[in-house]
């Protein structure tokens, strides 16, 4: 059997399949296929001294840039060795059909996305929404969520002062979420009431994003610098921490007290917008932000994992996507991991210096190419 592409003598890392080490990866008919030493391909790629990983999952990004001024074109992940990504809740029952004939069904990457409980989702920077339960839509939700099954992950709420006036903002969002089946993700930034309130409301897949904020009067931390045992509470219960990195929702301070505490992020994403694209020194990418983790404490297949395995489950696709296991559609993404100086900023202005970067060199997309860097070489 000819494969169609075949990536030799790379360092694999998948977590689902414990992989770690040496091994080809081959696709065939657009699937992860075995690749048996000897076996020819149409293109043959030498990942020598470099790491294999499968196809990224930005799992928190707005990309309705045909319909959202805040949105980026989903063309711009691929480069950065994304395959897959999820929009955080851009459009709400008034756009998503336009978000799913305009950009979901002709993207080169796979979207699936949250619902934003309030109608008109984030069109715009200075249009804020305005999540009070009286202005909700459940009948246009339920709609929706019956035609778009297979794409809509859950409700989205931003529970932040201003644009949320109170905890029931978000139980009615809870409440219309459940009665459909649905998980929830909530912004939890500059929260209007206590962030032991929200936790203690969140069950086993429910998204708490941005966990380490800094913003407002409380984080994930109590006053004595622990990790509150709300939170604690939260993730023995199944509830997925999500760093949602951003420009306006990370802080060294509260990250890295957390991280000395062993409270690692499941899931490590961008939270992508125009004012972030491949911008330093906040969220300039998912491989930006996978180095600091990594420099942060976190282990290499921890963080693999973050981006990869974690986020396939949410969206009901573990063992399809995020996964190198024959079978599995066929997205691979080539990085070399160079020494480079990079300073990372908070929220605040506070800097944070790592000293290495996975750089893409090769992506496919269900075997096929869609990015390569302009210094690696393909094998005739």
């Not at 840039?65 to 999820?86: E, R, Y």
């Not at 459940?138 to 201003?162: C, F, H, M, N, W």
């Not at 409380?218 to 951003?246: C, P, Q, W, Y």
């Not at 890295?256 to 990418?285: C, E, R, V």
Request: with cysteine; net charge neutral; charged share 20%.
């Amino acid at each position: 059997m000819k494969l169609d592409l075949l990536v030799r003598n790379g360092h694999v890392v998948d977590p689902l399949q414990n992989i770690d080490g040496k091994m080809d990866i081959g696709v065939k008919n657009g699937v992860i296929t075995p690749a048996p030493l000897g076996t020819e391909a149409v293109c043959s790629v030498d990942a020598s001294g470099l790491y294999v990983f499968p196809g990224l999952i930005d799992f928190h990004t707005h990309i309705f840039h045909t319909g959202s001024a805040i949105s980026v074109n989903p063309a711009f992940l691929p480069p950065t060795g994304v395959t897959a990504a999820v929009d955080a809740g851009t459009a709400g029952c008034t756009n998503f059909r336009a978000f799913y004939e305009g950009v979901i069904s002709s993207s080169p990457v796979l979207i699936k996305s949250y619902l934003n409980v309030y109608g008109a989702g984030q069109p715009d920077t200075n249009i804020q929404e305005k999540f009070d339960p009286a202005e909700y839509r459940p009948a246009q939700i339920k709609r929706l969520v019956e035609t778009y099954t297979d794409t809509i992950l859950g409700l989205k709420i931003r529970y932040s002062k201003g644009i949320a006036a109170s905890l029931e903002a978000l139980k009615e969002t809870l409440r219309i979420a459940r009665e459909l089946k649905l998980k929830v993700c909530v912004h939890t930034t500059n929260p209007p009431s206590s962030l032991d309130g929200v936790a203690e409301l969140l069950e086993k897949d429910d998204v708490y994003c941005h966990a380490y904020q800094g913003m407002g009067e409380e984080t994930i931390l109590d006053a004595a610098g622990g990790i509150r045992e709300s939170i604690h509470k939260a993730r023995s219960r199944g509830v997925i921490f999500d760093s949602a990195n951003g420009r306006s929702n990370f802080s060294f301070p509260v990250a890295l007290a957390a991280m000395k505490q062993g409270f690692h992020p499941d899931i490590i994403s961008t939270d992508w917008t125009l004012d972030k694209l491949n911008y330093s020194p906040h969220a300039k990418n998912l491989p930006y932000l996978m180095a600091k983790f990594l420099t942060m404490g976190m282990s290499l297949r921890e963080v693999v994992r973050a981006v990869t395995q974690t986020p396939a489950r949410l969206m009901g696709l573990e063992g399809k996507i995020g996964t190198l296991r024959p079978g599995a559609r066929g997205d691979i993404a080539v990085f070399k991991k160079i020494s480079q100086r990079i300073v990372h900023q908070d929220f605040a202005g506070r800097t944070y210096e790592t000293k290495e970067l996975f750089l893409p060199q090769l992506v496919a997309i269900g075997g096929e190419l869609v990015f390569c860097q302009g210094d690696f070489a393909l094998a005739e």
